[in-house]
Each structure stands twice: as C-alpha cells, then as structure tokens.
C-alpha cells in the first residue's frame, strides 16, 4: 500500500508569493494534519481535518490555510510568503480520529522562500 | 498547554553499546507518548507509543521505551546500537483531551552511533 504522499517535495518562491501543497493520505484514512518543521526544530502543529471538517488550528497566522476534499486528500495554503515560512512541511493521516492512533507522516515538501 | 523536552541535542554511542535517548514531558490529564525518527530528507517514522497498560513498550527495530508517570519521562532505549540507527528523533504528546492528530514535539535529539 502507499504511504503519504505530498507534492511537490521542492519548490523555490519568493517573498509575498501564494503557494499550495497538496497530501494524499494512506487509503482509508480520514485524518489528515498538517505540521511545519523549521529546521534544527521539531515539528509544529499546524492544521487537523477529519471528515472534511477543521477540528484543531495550530498557533499560525491567517495567512496559512487548508482543506480537505471529499476523497480525504488535503491542501495547504500559504499566502503572502515571509522568509521565515521556509520550512519542511509534513502532512500526516490517520485512519480515525481517536487518542490511541498513531499519525503516519509523508516526506514532506521542502518550501525555500527566497 | 503541553510541551515536551528532550535535553539532549546529540547522543554518541559506540555500535553494539545500550543507548538511551530522554524525553521528559508536560501534559494536563493522562499523556498519551510516542517516538518518531527522521532520516536525513525523509518524513517522521512511527517508533512505538504508550496510551496505557504495562511501562514498558516495546516498538519497530528494536527499540522499547519506558514510562515514568512520577518522573514525566518516556526515554527511548535500545539494548545494543546499530550504525544504521543513527537519525534524528523525536519525542511527542497527545493531551488525552484531544482526540485529534495534534502531536506536541520535542526539538529532537540527533543519535550517532559509531562503528
């Protein structure tokens, strides 16, 4: 079976830019969150949708938003890009949400604002 | 809030030698605790968890890792190092008042083990 998969792994933008980054999560998984990881830093919250609707919001500016589609893949968006925004970006699903589940993480998307 | 801490940047350990990686953590309620690891350009890799039941748990690769309810810790251990083990790892919580993805890491601690 696949795991999770994001896209793109790389991309370049500069500053003010919108960018969108996009997850698939593992089949039939109904979870999927969304955790920036600057680097030397451990990963941080960001977003978490489960059945479509938002159920968490990390401490992140307006500028980032996300979605989920009704085949469970998720978008991230992040508008008017600051230097600081470069980070590795992982998105991670669950098959449920519940207290006891593991997150399964993609490769990420390594985001260079320039 | 929740935090955890794991207090060391780096870990050396001589291949075949015990090697222990420490997470301390703070949480409201009962902790739910997991490891991960990260190779170099790759996503986290689940390691193991406690949610409740024995200490003691036991995960991928060998690893186990140890909860300390009276000391909040939830070291990662290893009886014997491989070379191969040598990643970064992280330590994270789940309040148990949340039943979502949300993970609070530590800031990672980087294994070496040498040959």
């Known amino acids: 079976d696949a795991g999770v998969t994001q896209s793109p792994t790389h991309l370049i933008k500069t500053r003010g830019q919108h960018v969108t980054l996009r997850c698939s999560p593992i089949?039939?998984?109904?979870?999927v969150s969304w955790y920036q990881q600057v680097l030397g830093q451990g990963p941080q919250f960001i977003f978490q949708?489960?059945?479509?609707?938002?159920?968490g919001r990390g401490n992140f500016p307006d500028r980032f938003s996300a979605r989920q589609f009704p085949n469970y893949s998720s978008e991230l968006n992040v508008n008017a890009l600051l230097l600081g925004d470069s980070a590795l970006y992982l998105c991670?699903?669950?098959?449920?949400?519940?207290?006891?589940?593991?997150?399964?993480f993609g490769q990420g998307t390594r985001l260079t604002v320039v | 809030a929740q935090s955890v801490a794991q207090p060391e940047d780096q870990v050396n350990v001589a291949e075949g030698n015990p090697l222990t990686v420490k997470c301390t953590y703070s949480?409201?309620?009962?902790?739910?605790l997991f490891w991960y690891v990260q190779y170099p350009n790759r996503g986290l890799q689940f390691l193991l968890k406690?949610?409740?039941?024995?200490?003691l748990v036991k995960g991928s690769y060998g690893f186990e890792a140890e909860f300390n309810k009276s000391q909040t810790s939830f070291h990662l251990k290893k009886p014997s190092a491989l070379v191969s083990d040598s990643a970064l790892y992280f330590c994270?919580?789940?309040?148990?008042?949340?039943?979502?993805?949300?993970?609070?890491f530590g800031g990672g601690t980087r294994l070496m083990v040498k040959p």
């Open positions: 991670a699903s669950s098959p449920r949400q519940g207290l006891n589940t593991e997150a399964f």
């Open positions: 089949s039939g998984h109904k979870s």
């Open positions: 949708y489960y059945e479509k609707e938002e159920r």
């Open positions: 949480v409201s309620g009962n902790p739910y």
């Open positions: 406690y949610i409740t039941g024995d200490n």
């Open positions: 994270a919580v789940r309040p148990f008042n949340n039943a979502g993805n949300m993970l609070t």
